[in-house]
């Protein structure tokens, strides 16, 4: 699969929990919604992926990546320390000069 390098790098971030290189994805006002909440700029989403590594140690497994107008959207296996794993999430990406500027995360 081809993957935008922004997205390529997320995933190998996430696998990698290093939690500095996945927020670097993100431009600086970037957003992350997940589970009902809301993080918004580089600091919280690396506070927020740095927190979800430490309690789900989750990988991610592309399945598919799909662009939609604006909107990108990357179908990923997921994996890890929790009740359910492993699930289907879908990464809702909206990109801006390479990096990150939105993702909303929906199951």
Sequence with gaps: MN???VVADLVMAQ???DSGAYA?????DAVVF?????????AEI???ISNANEKYKSVMKPISFVEKGPESILTADISGDFEGSPIVLNYHFEFIDGLVRSLKITG
Excluded at 24 to 28: A, D, G, L, M, V
């Design 34 to 42: 997940d589970e009902g909440q809301t993080y918004t700029g580089r």
């Design 3 to 5: 993957l935008p390098k």
């Design 24 to 28: 670097n994805c993100f431009t600086e």
């Design 15 to 17: 696998d990698n929990y």
């Design 46 to 48: 690396k506070h927020w």
